[in-house]
T-cell receptor, first 115, second 114 residues
């Protein structure tokens, strides 16, 4: 079974600075998808960024980018120019490319942003 | 922008009672998911539908939990009888078919069992 590990339970960043959230996963498959989701306090979970395993290029969405290391099974999220609104729980998630595959989440990391 | 609708937002029930949650996915989304999230942890999949068919319910405690999506649109998750350990956030999500399609989540139902 696939597992997703987020070993840092909490992180803190100064507003306008850059922070990197770590994630590793375990799989024997070669084709899959990786996601980062954001869950603000008392608000719904939303997609931050998505990476297809067959693409070598790291995904980027405005201030959010990933460092995808397929051989190392590592998928970290970098947030640049951190804003107060970035404070939330962040979840790394894995999904194989097979039909009816399920999305497996890590335990999450709580990010706080200091003004 | 279309959203996944869930109700109720909060539910308090006594143990051994029955409780039901409802979810209306985004129109056109064939896949519907029910997740359970314990405070401070990641969501855990309970059941996944493709249209009206269950494709994964391996983590659903079937002695007390049931889920249906009769017409392949909205869905109901039921717990009977509720236990103290069922206290959690129950999240519904939907997506287009395909593993690369991102999930869209509802606001969830916060269940407290007393």
């Amino acid at each position: 079974a696939q597992t997703v590990t987020q070993s840092q339970p909490e992180m803190s960043v100064q507003e306008a600075e850059t922070v990197t959230l770590s994630c590793t996963y375990d799989t024997s498959e070669s084709d899959y998808y990786l996601f980062w989701y954001k869950q603000p306090p008392s608000r719904q979970m939303i997609l931050v960024i998505r990476q297809e395993a067959y693409k070598q290029q790291n995904a980027t969405e405005n201030r959010f980018s990933v460092n995808f290391q397929k051989a190392a099974k590592s998928f970290s999220l970098k947030i640049s120019d951190s804003q107060l609104g970035d404070a939330a729980m962040y979840f790394c998630a894995y999904r194989s490319s097979g039909a009816n595959s399920k999305l497996t989440f890590g335990k999450g990391i709580t990010l706080s942003v200091r003004p | 922008e279309a959203e996944v609708a869930q109700s109720p937002r909060y539910k308090i029930t006594e143990k051994s009672q029955a409780v039901a949650f409802w979810c209306d996915p985004i129109s056109g989304h064939a896949t519907l998911y029910w997740y359970r999230q314990i405070l401070g942890q990641g969501p855990e999949l309970l059941v996944q539908f493709q249209d009206e068919s269950v494709v994964d319910d391996s983590q659903l405690p079937k002695d007390r939990f049931s889920a249906e999506r009769l017409k392949g649109v909205d869905s109901t998750l039921k717990i009977q009888p509720a236990e103290l350990g069922d206290s959690a956030m129950y999240l519904c999500a939907s997506s287009f078919a395909g593993a690369g399609s991102p999930l869209h989540f509802g606001n969830g139902t916060r269940l407290t069992v007393t």
